[in-house]
T-cell receptor, first 115, second 109 residues
Framework: EAGVAQSPRYKIIEKRQSVAFWCNPISGHATLYWYQQILGQGPKLLIQFQNNGVVDDSQLPKDRFSAERLKGVDSTLKIQPAKLEDSAVYLC?????????????FGAGTRLSVL | QKEVEQDPGPLSVPEGAIVSLNCTYSNSAFQYFMWYRQYSRKGPELLMYTYSSGNKEDGRFTAQVDKSSKYISLFIRDSQPSDSATYLCAMSAGNQFYFGTGTSLTVIP
């Protein structure tokens, strides 16, 4: 079974530039999550999708962050404009949803450095 | 009070030692309890999960859940240098997930 795919693995940008990350979840997983993980901390949920609808985006800085999952499969997360404090690893995870919602599987993450 | 509390360590043990990693939580609605292992510059890898209370064993790893005390543990027997990583506990109620901050473990050869 293929895992959660993310790209790119690394990205270096200057502040005020924009950046986009892509995620393809495990096949058949209805729920998709984007997390931000700052060094030394646990993952912080940014947004959660159930199929192509948003379930929770309460911690997404909506003035600069946006995400979409148009066809209920893969997803993109965008930052525009980036700030220095956005330097982090951006993790995508997926879960079955429904009764299988309890287990999340993560991708390798995208490491973002904002200079 | 945070939903999930985890001692960040760092924890350093000699090879072959038994390691005990712990988390406490406050939400009695949590049903799934997970442990993830995260190597440097990698995404979290699901190590074990338990549904509701009880113990689960997988090779050198044992996960325990005590819902009455709201306390979960991960034991690693015969620890190896390859076990050096950050261990994250996570818990879920439905589609809501909560993570600990992670415990950094180093196993010294």
């Amino acid at each position: 079974e293929a895992g959660v795919a993310q790209s790119p693995r690394y990205k270096i940008i200057e502040k005020r530039q924009s950046v986009a990350f892509w995620c393809n979840p495990i096949s058949g997983h209805a729920t998709l999550y984007w997390y931000q993980q700052i060094l030394g901390q646990g993952p912080k949920l940014l947004i959660q999708f159930q199929n192509n609808g948003v379930v929770d985006d309460s911690q997404l800085p909506k003035d600069r962050f946006s995400a979409e999952r148009l066809k209920g499969v893969d997803s993109t997360l965008k930052i525009q404009p980036a700030k220095l404090e956005d330097s982090a690893v951006y993790l995508c995870a997926s879960s079955l949803g429904g009764q299988g919602a309890g287990i999340q599987y993560f991708g390798a993450g995208t490491r973002l450095s904002v200079l | 009070q945070k939903e999930v509390e985890q001692d960040p360590g760092p924890l350093s043990v000699p090879e072959g030692a038994i390691v005990s990693l712990n988390c406490t939580y406050s939400n009695s609605a949590f049903q799934y309890f997970m442990w993830y292992r995260q190597y440097s510059r990698k995404g979290p890898e699901l190590l074990m999960y338990t549904y509701s209370s009880g113990n689960k064993e997988d090779g050198r790893f044992t996960a325990q859940v005590d819902k009455s005390s709201k306390y979960i543990s991960l034991f690693i027997r015969d620890s190896q240098p390859s076990d050096s990583a950050t261990y994250l506990c996570a818990m879920s109620a439905g589609n809501q997930f909560y993570f600990g901050t992670g415990t950094s473990l180093t196993v010294i050869p």
